[in-house]
């Protein structure tokens, strides 16, 4: 009971702390700075940026696909094992090197600049808890966030996120997160991150802009992370924050899995690369010129083992980066010669793909469900509470 008011004052505090902390960020705006978006970047720029460039390789565009030469040293290099996060600062500059092509010059700027900075490959850490691998943990909850978005943290820290352990097999909890992309939003937002992680202790933070095409750059810097940290993890589950997951459902399908290298989820097959420019995961010919991708699960939420994660630094850190996330676990997968595992528990279009289904709100199917994408935080809390309440459904549906 103790414990339980504890949390709850521990919740309290940190909501009036936020409502103070934005009211007086919002206050010290201008009328201009609230209103306006964000400032279009020039995306040519050669500013230094700080990061670690993986081996020196500068490549040309088309070349994520194949293994450059110095991948033999590469590997041998992530073969001694580092005990700490060795990345502190580095200029990092554009790599001008195909920038007069005919081929760079077609692209639209957002991929110009990927392109250019590509070769960044790691930032410093900001914050970091390495002790929670200090234990033999059976499930790491990794959950991709940003760091405006601490509404959905909380919701998940009171739901299928929270910490706990279950007949003796640990599950712990970490968010990942980048700086916030606003120039303006920065420093109050980082005061606030902090003292939140002062609260929780279960933030990871790196010194890179959180966008959409950084997160790959999120993807690399866990597995680096993971490769120094925890040797004892069992298994990993890796999503967004915006999904409805049960922990006790997975634990129930890990309880019969004895095959090695898993890798579960939502797994499309033979996906086209999207032509339209006007969609959010467009991607030009001149950078994946390939029909299909390779087999990849959707980033809304999966299962992998941990040796195998261990697996995925390594064959990472020989590939270029690709632009979605998902599809570069795909390809590192491929390398491995692994197939991911479709299981029809992961949901990551929501349980139909009509957004407007009844049945997406249905919370007798989520009974059943491993990851159900896409729930904010309000749906989240209402949703958990129905399905962990005295539920009377007319059928169950058995799909573990």
């Not at 990061?51 to 110095?70: C, I, M, T, Y």
């Not at 919370?363 to 989240?380: G, I, N, T, W």
């Amino acid at each position: 009971m103790f414990q339980w008011k504890k949390t709850v004052y521990k919740s309290v505090l940190f909501s009036f702390v936020l409502v103070v902390t934005v009211t007086v960020l919002q206050r010290g705006m201008t009328p201009s700075q609230l209103l306006q978006g964000q400032q279009p970047k020039e995306f040519l720029s050669q500013e230094p940026v700080k990061a670690q460039k993986r081996d020196n390789v500068l490549s040309v565009a088309n070349n994520f696909w194949k293994k450059e030469g110095s991948v033999t040293k590469a590997a041998e290099a992530t073969e001694k094992q580092v005990r700490t996060w060795d990345i502190t600062t580095t200029n990092c500059t554009a790599n001008l090197n195909f920038s007069k092509d005919d081929w760079f010059k077609g692209l639209e700027p957002n991929f110009q600049q990927f392109l250019l900075y590509r070769h960044c490959r790691y930032f410093p850490m900001i914050i970091n808890h390495p002790e929670k691998c200090s234990d033999d943990i059976y499930l790491l909850v990794v959950v991709k966030s940003i760091i405006t978005q601490h509404d959905r943290r909380e919701a998940i820290r009171k739901t299928w996120g929270r910490e706990k352990e279950v007949d003796g097999k640990k599950i712990r909890t970490l968010f990942l997160l980048g700086v916030a992309s606003k120039v303006e939003e920065r420093a109050n937002y980082q005061k606030l991150l902090e003292y939140e992680n002062h609260i929780y202790g279960d933030i990871l933070q790196w010194d890179f802009l959180d966008s959409f095409f950084n997160l790959t750059l999120k993807e690399v810097h866990f597995l680096k992370w993971l490769n120094i940290y925890c040797d004892r993890i069992r298994y990993i589950f890796k999503g967004d924050d915006d999904v409805f997951v049960s922990p006790n459902n997975i634990l129930e399908y890990l309880e019969d899995q004895k095959a090695t290298d898993l890798f579960v989820g939502d797994v499309l097959y033979k996906a086209r690369p999207i032509r339209k420019k006007e969609n959010k995961y467009y991607i030009p010919n001149a950078l994946y010129s390939k029909p299909h991708y390779p087999p990849y699960a959707g980033g809304g939420g999966f299962v992998m083992d941990g040796l195998l994660a261990q697996k995925l630094h390594k064959v990472s850190e020989t590939l270029e980066l690709y632009p979605i996330d998902d599809v570069f676990l795909g390809m590192c997968l491929e390398i491995l010669k692994v197939t991911p595992v479709a299981h029809a528990g992961f949901k990551t279009f929501g349980i139909v793909k009509n957004k407007n289904s009844r049945m997406n709100k249905e919370p007798c199917f989520y009974q059943s469900m491993l990851v159900v994408h896409k729930l904010l935080p309000p749906e989240l809390l209402q949703m958990w509470d129905l399905v962990h309440s005295n539920l009377t459904c007319s059928r169950k549906l058995y799909i573990l």
